[in-house]
Nanobody
C-alpha cells in the first residue's frame, strides 16, 4: 500500500521560510516522479515542483522559481520542498504525489495515482 505523509506546514509572515516534508512508502517502481502541488481556496490545484528519480532533474512552476527548492533523500524515502521568500499568494494546502516513470507530464495532476493528505501553508502580509 502506497502512503505519502506531508508535514512542515504552518503560518509565517511574508518573507519567511518553511520546509515541507513528505515521507513516502510502499512504492515499488524503480523510476518515478515526485511532485508537490498546492490548492488555494476556490482555486484549482496547481503543480509547484517535481523531481525525477531517474536523473534527479527538477522542474518548477514559474511562480516559485528562485524561491522554492525541491529535493529528495532516497535513503529516508523523504521528499522536501524548501520555501523561501514566501508571499501571501503562496497560501494554500500543499500536497505531495507520486507517479511511475519520468516527470514529462508533471503538471498534470490526473497523471498522479497516489497523494498525501496535505499540509496547510499560510503566509500573512
Amino acid at each position: 500500500q502506497v502512503q505519502l505523509v506531508e508535514s512542515g506546514g504552518g503560518s509565517v509572515q511574508a518573507g519567511g521560510s518553511l520546509r515541507l516534508s513528505c515521507v513516502y512508502s510502499g512504492y515499488t517502481v524503480n523510476t518515478y516522479c515526485l511532485g508537490w502541488f498546492r490548492q488555494a481556496p476556490g482555486m484549482e490545484r496547481e503543480g509547484v515542483a517535481a523531481i525525477s528519480t531517474e536523473n534527479g532533474r527538477t522542474v518548477y512552476a514559474d511562480s516559485v522559481k528562485g524561491r522554492f527548492t525541491i529535493s529528495q533523500d532516497a535513503a529516508k524515502s523523504t521528499l522536501y520542498l524548501q520555501m523561501n521568500s514566501l508571499k501571501p499568494e503562496d497560501t494554500a494546502m500543499y500536497y505531495c504525489a507520486v507517479v511511475g516513470g519520468g516527470c514529462y507530464a508533471w503538471r498534470n495532476e490526473n497523471a498522479y495515482r497516489h497523494w498525501g493528505q496535505g499540509t496547510q501553508v499560510t503566509v500573512s502580509s
